[in-house]
């Protein structure tokens, strides 16, 4: 047979099944010479064969895939070698009769080293010392691009390729399986939009990967702002690729998050990327941290070169060995947000001009939310021209799949005349309202941003009795606001896990705050009880909660309202971090009669003889609430009966409230 080069294949595949052939022929050579009595004709031609096939392949030796991994894994050609045995062993069913006339039914398994050495004629000391090599760390059972089976410390164990290895010598790119569909290889954007604050930080980056030792880079910050791009850039302009595993997409457990690390590791170093780790803290879960981490520090300080990772988080403790810079990565400036909006919406940008304006500002976005965004917007408006209100759709449906069943959004239905208050309450409501609806112009445009310690979102503590209005003004201000409104449910957040409840609050407030929604905490002092003196580990980790949440709420930038039925529960340190403390209080007598009045709507049909006078002054403990379920059950008594609300029901569903509230009237 005359080898010649063809080109009905790519180089990388044609060099691929030529490397193949190769090791058939040796096999093939190697069954001939341990045979009874060998034919010569036979040696002769598979001896042209193999020595036609060895001139092709060295014509195509510079541009082979093999000869880079060597380069870049400091491989000899021995090593190569015996990688393209247990590749062809892996990719080539015509060599397995050969090998079971060698070796018998147990080459099926894989290659071991005494087969290896009868194929390449391995003679003297060169098996024994392959053998040792290969104990000691060699690089390719270290990168896991060759495994080995069977029992640990025997000469007969086999040698098996994983299965990228053999994909990637032929030439494909799609990435290894192992890592279960979570990992990507980050793109990087012809154009980079950075404000001032990111650019000082992107600044940063190269020095620190080029760094020795090599370190462990976590970039913190809210996801969907641009981290893992900026990272990819800066690499890019390194001569290097960046592999990201997103630990979000693997199966839960440290077994599968072990298995995507060992494959993470193998693609780097086939490629020769930089490993990227996605979302650090979603390694915090219910069961299984300490284990999820101490797999991952292992990866870390055994993977050569600089190691990536992102966090929404700040400080999360893992235990590794190498150094550990921090990289603080900010939420882009509005004007940036602006130009990433145009950008991103392409030709319908000019469409909504006059709105991009009011759109940067109120959604604290980066590249990947806003591209995630636009594409929501364009499925939502269908055929329809694309219109700012598709754009605000856009944002909160990723919003709400950022949160999961973490929060839970409200629909507000009632308005303000439903309410009455007292009016300092409403002086505070109105100044609450002005604070987060001009927050922009004075914070931004009049620089008294400059003049906050931390951020600059609004945070109110609402305290008084059930049924005082609190969770409801909460609403109304979300409707005034034009925010989403979404109760947190505590019992899907607080965890007796170490550390689980402060990853589902860094998810809830770093997901509110770029879809500008407004936050309840109703029953606020379950989260934000008072500190205690520590005499336990319970207690300190109790604090520690405590502590996350108060400098969490400080720092946050959007609207957040905490509700109480006891004010002194809370603890003092979340006073000066509030922007208002509104105490709520049962409604004076006047504020009664006119919650009776607004709670009987105009189109039931209502009894003209009514004295609202007398119910205000005769159940005078009923707060809105109360007075609320008491004037629904008249009227669902009136539909009952097939009559008007009359006083006398409403009379009759007062005395039933009354004694669900535990008080008693007596009879007149």
Known sequence: MQWTMRTPMTGQLHGFHQQLERVRLRTMLAVERASAKPDPEVLERLGRQLTGLEAVLAELRDAARDQLLAFRLGLDDTDLELMWTAVAVAADPRLVPHLQVLGGQDARRGISLWLHAQIWQLEDERPRELAQRLAGGHPLIRDHLLVWTGEPGTANRTLVA?????????????????????????????????????EASAANLPGVLLGTPSPLVIVEGASGTGRRTAIASVAAKLGKPVIALDVRRLPAGPAALELALVGLRRECRLRDAIPLVLDLHELITA???????????????????????????????????????????????????????VRALGADAAAIETELDDISIRYGLGAGGIARAVISARLVAGTSPLTSRHVVEGVRSNIAEALGDLAVRQEVSQTWDDLVLAPDIQDQITMLVSRVKHAHRVLEDWGFSSKLPKGAGVAALFSGPPGTGKTMVAGLIARQLDLELYQVDLSKVVSKWVGETEKQLAKIFEAAEAGHALLLFDEADS????????????????????????????????????????????????RRRLAASVAFWPPEESERQKLWRRMLVSRAPIDADLDLDELAAAFDEMTGANIRNAALSAAFLAAAEQSPITQKLLERAARAEYASMGRVLGRK
């Open 527 to 574: 989260l934000f009880a008072k500190r205690t003196e520590v005499k336990s580990a319970t207690d300190r980790y109790a604090n520690l909660e405590v502590n996350y949440l108060l400098q969490r709420i400080e720092s946050f930038g959007g609207v957040s309202i905490l509700t109480t039925n006891l004010e002194t529960s809370i603890d003092p340190a979340l």
């Open 162 to 198: 994983a299965s990228r290895t053999v994909t990637w010598l032929a030439g494909s790119e799609e990435l290894d399986e192992t890592m279960c569909g979570a990992g990507t290889v980050v793109a990087v954007p012809a154009q980079l939009a950075l404000d001032p604050r990111q």
């Open 287 to 341: 069961e299984g941290t300490s284990e999820s981490l101490r797999i991952l520090a292992r990866v870390v300080d055994a993977m050569p070169g600089p190691f990536a990772a992102t966090a929404s988080q700040r400080s999360l403790d893992l235990p590794v060995a190498r150094p550990i810079v921090r990289v603080r990565w900010q939420v882009p400036d509005t004007a940036t947000r602006r130009a990433m909006w």
